[in-house]
């Protein structure tokens, strides 16, 4: 029932799938650095766009503080509130239904590159933030002339494949948007390099030109992976190979080490109200 803290235990689907995925841990890895010292009474909020299944608001749920929810996509809202016993909101890009000045964190995963004028959100995040609040953004990296992005757009896998109207923004660019819209840019940090970033293309791209139409999946466009519990199941014997086989595919992530003087191609911007 939405209202009561979810009892289910980490036998769910969503749970069991953040499990093996590469790109996904990472990023809760980075975002706990840079929400680490988050008190138990602090109001926070979590902005999704599509990609989400709710595992990472679990997650971060444990992390500390009372979390609101929201989507900008529909689909996957009502599984993800069924996983966390709480409401997620779906919401507009122009306006999050919050009061001004409620949270002490507020963050947003991957929602800028979405948006044909991401001012209006930016702005909303900055009015629902606390004067002396954290905002917090990720956003796929802009740098086209990264090599796994010209990959990417010469198998088919553009920005539109993502339901992106743009690859991303790098971290100069990501700051001048911030700072713009009123929130003063004061940490940033990097995640998933190469290899990472090519396995999680190997694994989009099957999915998208080889097993939604083998298993005659019903896949909505802008969608790279399984969004939903009847979407996974479509591929459980293709998804049960993988899960034998990410042992190997996490190994190879690891490679990513020899590249850590280089950026990310997922870019985290923190910055507070000004």
Request: aromatic letters at 8%.
């Amino acid at each position: 029932m939405i209202g009561v803290k979810s009892m289910k235990d980490n036998n769910s689907w969503q749970l069991r799938m953040f499990q093996k995925t590469l790109k996904k841990k990472l990023r809760l890895k980075a975002l706990k650095g840079h929400i680490e010292h988050i008190s138990k009474n602090d109001n926070c909020l979590l902005v999704t766009c599509g990609d989400n299944n709710g595992a990472m608001n679990f997650h971060m749920r444990e992390i500390g503080g009372k979390w609101s929810w929201a989507d900008l996509e529909a689909r996957s809202i009502q599984e993800m509130s069924e996983l966390l016993g709480e409401q997620v909101q779906h919401i507009s890009e122009n306006h999050l239904p919050f009061p001004e000045n409620e949270f002490d964190c507020v963050v947003a995963i991957d929602v800028h590159e979405h948006l044909e004028d991401p001012n209006p959100f930016t702005r909303e995040l900055r009015r629902v933030a606390k004067h002396s609040g954290k905002i917090i953004v990720t956003v796929p990296n802009g740098d086209e002339t990264k090599l796994a992005t010209r990959i990417k757009n010469f198998v088919g896998m553009t920005k539109e494949k993502y339901g992106h109207v743009r690859e991303g923004y790098d971290i100069p660019d990501l700051k001048e948007l911030l700072s713009a819209n009123g929130i003063q840019p004061c940490r940033e940090s990097s995640f998933s390099r190469f290899f990472t970033e090519i396995l999680e293309l190997s694994i989009n791209f099957l999915y998208v030109n080889i097993l939604s139409k083998k298993n005659k999946a019903e896949v909505e466009t802008e969608t790279i992976a399984p969004a939903t519990q009847d979407q996974l199941k479509s591929i459980e014997k293709t998804y049960r190979m993988y899960s034998f086989i990410y042992p190997f595919f996490l190994l190879i992530s690891k490679m990513d080490l020899i590249l850590n003087g280089s950026r990310g191609y997922v870019i985290i911007v923190e910055g507070k109200k000004e």
